[in-house]
């Protein structure tokens, strides 16, 4: 905690470029990250979502000093960072904290292999929807700012056809849509709409994670 330094991020700002070296590691508190391939053509597609629950900067655990993906803020808020050198020798010096690092490296793998599959297999508001309950599980509240533009980014969809199934989910009474911003309004029936790939990666996360964390602190809630 004392090498740590709390920040404030904001809406769109790129912590780090592909092919760029990464000096700087983050712990989102309240703010949370995409990961976006992008392509020789300029488009791009979300490939992982990083929230309180993760790190943005992965490569440099697994011993890299850069990444083939972009990170960009989806939701402001704050964070935690250190630079990549403090955060090595740290790991150098604690057993425990390099196999939480790892293990979520490993949950953060998994999550891109799903979107991945999931991408290429399921419906539209199938898709959506899951994205949405990952959003809905780091953001502070039930309503966060997002247009259909972005969405459209961040899923790899035309924006027609992401106002269509947002359309289907607001028809269905599961989220509200207005002014950029949207409100989940049935998290269960949310989570009935989306496929299965959520909770594959939501078991993961809570399996490989939950008990080292709280074996790093007892003391959690």
Known sequence: MPRLTRVELHLRQVL???????????????????????????????????????VVGLPVILGADHDDL?????NPGTALCIGAAALWEEMEQDPALRLLLLRYALVHHGQVARTAA??????TEQRLARWLLIAHDRSQGDEFPMTHELLAMMLGL????VTVAAGILQKAGLIRYERGRITITDRAGLESASCECYGVVRRSLDRLLAPLAEAKDPGRS
């Not at 972009?70 to 989806?74: H, I, K, L």
């Not at 999931?118 to 419906?123: E, S």
């Not at 035309?158 to 056809?161: H, K, L």
Request: charged share 20%; aromatic share 8%.
């Open 16 to 54: 780090h470029l592909p092919g760029r070296p990464i000096t700087t590691v983050y712990f989102p508190e309240t703010a949370w990250v995409s990961m976006i391939a992008t392509l020789e053509d300029g488009d791009g597609a979300e490939v992982g979502v990083i929230g309180h629950e993760g």
């Open 70 to 74: 972009e990170a960009m803020v989806q």
């Open 118 to 123: 999931c991408n290429g297999r399921h419906y």
């Open 158 to 161: 035309r924006r027609a056809g």
